[in-house]
């Protein structure tokens, strides 16, 4: 089985200030979440968290995680309705 690549991102293409402002992670949070994340799916060999003042991403490389995994547990994670915030991400599953 191969690895794959994939992420999840919410950014001003996708969503209002207010909605990026929910699911920013700061600085204090990121060591934690990265650590969650990797205990939580321990198939994913790579990660990579990027947030800026217009976008949160998150890419993995995984053997079996897929993106949606991933934008549920961050939905989770932030206390969010998935119902109502999917369809502000943008998710990719691209093979390597």
Do not use: W
């Not at 200030?17 to 060591?31: A, F, G, L, Q, W």
């Not at 969010?80 to 943008?90: G, T």
């Amino acid at each position: 089985m191969s690895k794959t690549l994939r992420f999840i991102s919410i950014s001003h293409k996708t969503a209002s200030v207010s909605k990026r402002e929910e699911y920013h992670i700061s600085d204090c949070e990121k060591t934690g979440l990265v650590k969650l994340i990797r205990n939580t799916y321990p198939d994913i060999v790579g990660l990579f968290l990027l947030t800026t003042c217009n976008r949160t991403e998150i890419y993995i490389e995984s053997l079996d995680t897929d993106a949606l995994q991933l934008l549920n547990f961050l939905v989770s994670y932030k206390k969010r309705n998935l119902n109502v915030d999917r369809n502000l991400f943008e998710l990719s599953n691209s093979t390597e």
